[in-house]
């Protein structure tokens, strides 16, 4: 399916490409820096939020999906980024980035099953 090829995408740029160092080590100290990354990220995902309502022709759905989305990943990013910060501290690096994939996991399956579960509710 192509647009979850998109929506994986677009979340990497906005997880990732467009988060600034100081972004990545503040977010787990300061809610400032966790919500200006989830700023950053929901500003990036608002290109998927486009795709959604184009393709599907329903703004609500997309609207939904991206709200969530972005609700989710400050959530998530709250406790992991807290988790990883420790790990990196001690210098653990092995757990470290298991940390760091195990965020993503979680957040891709947020993206995913939103994706699906509103599709179901609100497009059929």
Do not use: P
């Amino acid at each position: 399916m192509i647009i979850l090829l998109i929506i994986f995408i677009v979340h990497f740029l906005a997880d990732f490409v467009f988060q600034s160092s100081k972004m990545a080590t503040g977010k787990s100290k300061s809610l400032k820096w966790l919500s200006i990354h989830v700023g950053v990220y929901a500003s990036v995902s608002l290109l998927t939020f486009i795709v959604l309502a184009t393709l599907y022709g329903n703004i609500l759905f997309a609207f939904y999906w991206w709200t969530i989305n972005v609700v989710l990943h400050f959530i998530v990013d709250f406790f992991t980024s807290k988790i990883t910060s420790r790990f990196w501290e001690e210098k653990n690096m092995r757990f470290f980035f298991v940390m760091i994939g195990f965020d993503q996991l979680i957040h891709n399956l947020c993206l995913v099953t939103t994706f699906f579960l509103l599709k179901e509710i609100i497009l059929l």
